[in-house]
């Protein structure tokens, strides 16, 4: 399979297929996502501090979100694991250690399916949830509403491509050879066009919605997962601050004294 | 010792009548906006009855405050820092709207625009949630006065564990009856569980005054905060996605004028100064093991503002002068620590509240009249105090984690002061040996009885100032004339409501009263940046955005309203 690659980068015919739209849509588009995404994330972040938060409707309803929200977020922390396996580690390393194509192959369509049909099962209630509860439906604004939609497309269509390689079996597409190296090579600011181009319509159409994905994520309530709190494992528990700090910084300072630092005791 | 300033507030319970005006000026001035419509971060509540949100003290369900464990070390009792991490995508015990009640308005413009017909108009009730019709069944105050005590007077926590360990049985039969008002804000304490429970760091307490709040620029709406806080004083703000708490009328504060609920209070029972206490005490005092020392453990951390050591601590930590003078005369220090009638709200949550109850002494003394004795001799009281064991241990529940020996001497001390001044007032020579019989002496009882019957407005609320150097730092003057648009001009923000800079509080209170004060249209809409305010609908027509627009043009609608 290794020689597929090398096939696409000798063979003339590969170059010839390629055309602007490859160039355009795998050469261009994701330097423009990556430059919405953190532009906007660093102007929000500037601008809209107070709008930037969760806005959960749990006090509304918690019985059907008790069940569809964790089921939707770990659903999704494993597929954001599984994204970087398969994309950042590249397969001669997997097969260093001795892991066969195959055992790697079953073992992320396994944990990848469940982790996908989770996600999307969880959406799915959150969904039903947000139209049928009254006070639900009301808090939510145009902007939730196209944010699901392409949140709820990108999975639909992630869990396509892997549906789709369980009933292809062996004669699936192997998309280590073809999206991850066109993954990694966006970061060497050296993209492999022809590598991509060469995945088919399924991952072409996963990546597209992923990429408008993380083009709205700035603009919409999603930006509370980059203020995922982890930080709150590490600092002190009393937090004091002075009011003089209040408007010369408006950055946050732990400014736990170390005596109620109940952890440390 | 590190000595720090904390502004605290004594309520005398005696004196509450339970008229609700705290609530509802506190209303006015802080949460009349749209996401806290049912958001009281003060509220009164009827004891025995179940409180508000209903049942809060129940902590075996809510999780509220803190717990020592094995190894006698202070944690969440909702659990720690992990677990609350797994906790963030469905809060896993969070009070609901239905334990807080459904907020809702009348629909008044039927009053006035019905047509001619057999009927009497009525302002059916409407939900402000789902701006639907709605059946009210419970609100902030539903068992105000022990209404519906029959019925639920059992559900009362406090009631709950006082029939279990004792056997006689509260009678909520309305001849057996003993009541009170409890007035309640956030206490904000000196070991805070909200603040340990906010995975953002978003809520601090301020190093000058020790008040508690929430930074409403780096919440991110875990909800955390309201499952930590044991008084349930920390409300989720659902339009807005933001915790907001009582915020001990900074902005009042700071320049040296009261909180609203205590400057509206009828009564004239709040009390307002400082204390001075050493931070490097509390961890240390919070995790006392047994529950009913935490009283003690507290008295220790309040540090005497006479004393030469404390005062030079306490400047060695930057505390101006003033603020040390304004801690002598401290109202609250005297009550709470030198006359010892002043008493922590459930302490055994280990959070060291800093707001302080004076218990009432009006159920014994009503029973005792009532029962054809005299209620102002103090050998009387005494003996009624020691035999009336239900009063004494419902409020030991409250406010000693069970020690009842404690709510008795302070009851005790409460009674003779009544006797004592009696004595004086009817022109006998003073009875030392009624003060006596409570560890004080005439003249100290005598300064009690001022400062808790006759003290004036200066002398209940010692507010020391923030200085005026610091001046462009207040956190909410020092914006608000700058605030961009200024007033009635914010636009809604493109990124759902609400988003965008913050409106200060001050700002959006004044414009939404300004509306409905001078419009002649519905006071709702445009200076809500797209948030529906129903608080302050006034029943003519349906502000935008509260219904989905459908039907007919509103000129087509108007035309046929006037068809006869």
């Known amino acids: 399979m290794p020689a597929l690659n090398a096939a696409l980068a000798t063979e003339p015919g590969a170059a010839v297929v390629l055309n602007s739209w490859d160039t355009v849509l795998w050469g261009v588009l994701p330097y423009v996502m990556a430059v919405v995404l953190v532009g906007g994330l660093i102007w929000r972040y500037k601008y809209d501090q107070f709008g930037w938060t969760t806005r959960s409707s749990q006090l509304y309803e918690s019985r059907l979100l008790r069940i569809a929200s964790p089921l939707f977020h770990f659903g999704l922390l494993a597929v954001i694991a599984g994204h970087f396996f398969g994309l950042v580690i590249p397969m001669a390393w997997t097969q260093a250690v001795g892991m066969s194509q195959e055992f790697y192959h079953f073992n992320a369509l396994l944990v990848g399916g469940i982790a996908g049909v989770a996600t999307l099962g969880g959406i799915a209630l959150l969904i039903y949830r947000r139209r049928t509860t009254g006070p639900v439906f009301m808090a939510t604004t145009k902007n939730d509403k196209t944010m699901y939609v392409v949140l709820t497309a990108a999975i639909v269509f992630g869990l396509w491509t892997t549906l789709a390689s369980i009933f292809e079996g062996e004669h699936g597409h192997n998309y280590r050879e073809t999206v991850a190296p066109w993954f990694r090579s966006l970061f060497i600011f050296q993209p492999d066009i022809a590598a991509m181009a060469a995945a088919p319509f399924s991952f072409h159409l996963h990546t597209l919605v992923g990429m408008a994905l993380f083009v709205i994520w700035p603009f919409t309530r999603l930006v509370h997962a980059f203020t995922a709190p982890l930080h709150y494992l590490f600092r002190p528990y009393i937090v004091y601050r002075s009011r003089d700090r209040e408007t010369k910084g408006r950055g946050w300072s732990a400014v736990g004294t170390p005596d109620r630092d109940t952890r440390n005791r | 010792m590190r000595v720090m300033a904390q502004m605290g507030m004594v309520m005398n319970l005696d004196k509450c ?324 009638v002043a008493l922590p709200l459930h302490p055994e949550y280990r959070t060291m509240p800093m707001v302080w109850y004076v218990p009432p002494l009006s159920p014994v003394v009503d029973l005792l009249r009532d029962q054809g004795h005299d209620g102002e001799d103090h050998a009387n009281l005494f003996g009624a105090i020691d035999a009336l064991r239900i009063p004494v241990e419902y409020l030991a529940e409250l406010f000693t984690a069970g020690d009842t020996d404690r709510v008795t001497m302070v009851l005790r001390k409460l009674a003779a002061m009544r006797s004592f001044m009696r004595g004086i007032s009817l022109g006998n020579d003073p009875d030392e040996s009624i003060p006596e019989a409570v560890g004080m002496d005439g003249q100290t009882m005598y300064e009690m009885y001022r400062l808790m019957a006759i003290a004036k407005y200066d002398e209940r609320y010692v507010i020391p100032k923030a200085h005026v150097e610091q001046a462009h730092d207040l956190e909410e003057m020092g914006c608000s004339l700058d605030f961009d648009g200024g007033p009635g001009m914010q636009d809604s923000s493109p990124f759902g409501e609400a988003s965008g800079r913050p409106v200060p509080v001050a700002v959006d209170t004044f414009n939404a009263l300004k509306d409905r004060q001078t419009t002649d249209e519905i006071a709702a809409g445009t200076s809500l940046r797209g948030r529906v305010n129903l608080l302050n609908w006034d029943g003519r027509g349906a502000p935008p955005g509260l219904f989905p627009e459908k039907g007919p043009e509103p000129d087509t609608l108007a035309a046929a309203e006037d068809q006869p």
């Open chain 2, 17 to 340: 009548i339970g008229c609700h005006t705290c609530s509802v000026t506190c209303k006015q001035a802080w949460t009349n906006r749209a996401g806290t419509e049912y958001v009281w971060f003060n509220n009164v509540e009827t004891r025995p009855g179940q409180g508000y949100p209903r049942r809060y003290e129940d902590q075996d369900r809510w999780r509220g405050g803190w717990d020592l464990n094995k190894r006698g070390k202070l944690v969440l009792k909702a659990g720690g820092r992990v677990r609350k991490m797994f906790g963030l995508f469905a809060s896993p015990v969070q009070p609901e709207l239905k334990d807080y009640y459904e907020p809702w308005t009348y629909d008044y413009k039927t009053l006035v625009d019905a047509p001619l017909g057999d009927d009497f108009p009525v302002a059916r009730p409407k939900s402000l949630i789902t701006g639907e019709d709605t059946k009210i069944t419970w609100s902030a105050n539903w068992d105000d006065n022990l209404g519906g005590s029959a019925d639920n007077g059992h559900l009362d926590p406090l009631v709950e564990k006082v029939r279990r360990e004792s056997e006689d049985k509260i009678k909520f039969a309305y001849e057996q009856t003993f009541m009170f008002y409890l007035p309640r804000i956030c206490e904000h304490c000196l070991n805070p569980s909200c603040m340990a429970s906010c995975p953002s760091g978003a809520i601090y307490k301020r190093v000058e005054d020790g008040i508690v709040l929430v930074d409403q620029d780096k919440c991110r709406g875990w909800r955390q905060c309201v499952t930590g806080c044991p008084y349930k004083k920390i409300y989720f703000n659902h339009k807005t996605g933001k915790a907001e708490k009582c915020t001990f009328c900074y902005p009042r504060v700071e320049v040296g004028i009261p909180t609203v609920c205590s400057e509206t209070c009828v009564g004239r029972l709040r009390y307002l100064g400082l204390f001075l206490y050493d931070a490097d005490a509390v961890t240390a005092a919070a995790s006392v093991t047994d529950p009913q020392e935490l009283y003690d453990a507290q008295m220790d951390v309040l540090l005497d503002p006479n004393d030469p050591a404390v005062q030079a601590a306490a400047r060695a930590q930057d505390i101006p002068e003033d603020w040390i003078d304004a801690a002598r005369r401290s109202p609250v220090y005297a009550l709470a620590k030198v006359y010892k």
